[in-house]
């Protein structure tokens, strides 16, 4: 089962603009991450936010956090054509859950020169 | 440092086959992790090895199972395979247990696995 959800499930883009996508989750959380896979390729990490963190950011990226709300938010600013990729959201629930992440469905994202 | 290295990278295999797949985690990782993504259900979380020993399991039947070297190398069996099982088989390593870390995953390239 998947603990996440993201929305947008798709999302094209021009380059240049920015991209937002939001992930919510269903339990407490440890720590929230970000993935990004090219084509069913390996994922590459982009970014964690421990669950006391509000706020992220990475190069052009920016996580926001709500656990009151449990969702959270990957902004990426000036998107360009090397972003064209799928997002997920991934989460860890518990301090004995080490190397068991729960993904979301993911975001694929189409940046268009 | 290399990175998350898995073998072989494609695999083609028919129904009640078995199949073994392997995983190199980063020089330094001791935890190794595998999941399977399909288009239907997503990545789901298999096993997670640590210090040779499996330390968490997820909610696969008794088919999937793993084992980790001295070494930190991991190996994935999938046996009497099904059509089900086509998909992508993901490795990932980390640091576990250490100050400052925080489960980040380091994700292999992926095994392609399809059942005729």
């Known amino acids: 089962s998947q603990q996440g959800e993201e929305d947008p499930q798709a999302l094209s883009i021009q380059e240049g603009e920015n991209a937002t996508m939001n992930c919510s989750y269903k339990?407490?959380?440890?720590?929230l991450q970000w993935y990004r896979q090219n084509s069913g390729r390996g994922l590459v990490h982009l970014i964690l936010?421990?669950?006391?963190?509000r706020e992220k950011h990475s190069g052009r990226l920016r996580v926001t956090l709500d656990t009151s709300k449990k969702s959270s938010s990957l902004l990426i600013t000036a998107s360009r054509a090397a972003d064209t990729a799928s997002y997920f959201c991934?989460?860890?629930?518990?301090?004995?859950?080490?190397?068991?992440?729960?993904f979301g469905a993911g975001t694929q994202v189409v940046v268009t020169p | 440092k290399a990175g998350v290295t898995q073998t072989p990278r494609y695999l083609i295999k028919t129904r009640g086959q078995q199949v073994t797949l392997s995983c190199s985690p980063i020089?330094?990782?001791?935890?190794v992790s595998w999941y399977q993504q399909t288009p239907g259900q997503g990545l789901q979380f298999l096993f997670e090895?640590?210090?040779?020993?499996?330390?968490n399991k997820g909610n696969f039947p008794g088919r999937f199972s793993g084992r980790q070297f001295s070494n930190s190398r991991s190996e994935m069996n999938v046996s009497t395979l099904e059509l089900g099982d086509s998909a992508l088989y993901l490795c990932?390593?980390?640091?576990?247990?250490?100050?400052?870390?925080?489960?980040?995953?380091?994700f292999g390239p992926g095994t392609r696995l399809t059942v005729l």
């Open positions: 990932a390593s980390s640091v576990r247990e250490t100050e400052g870390s925080y489960n980040e995953q380091f």
């Open positions: 339990t407490s959380i440890n720590n």
């Open positions: 936010i421990r669950s006391n963190e």
């Open positions: 991934a989460t860890d629930e518990t301090t004995d859950s080490w190397g068991k992440l729960q």
């Open positions: 020089s330094g990782h001791r935890s």
């Open positions: 090895y640590f210090s040779e020993t499996q330390r």
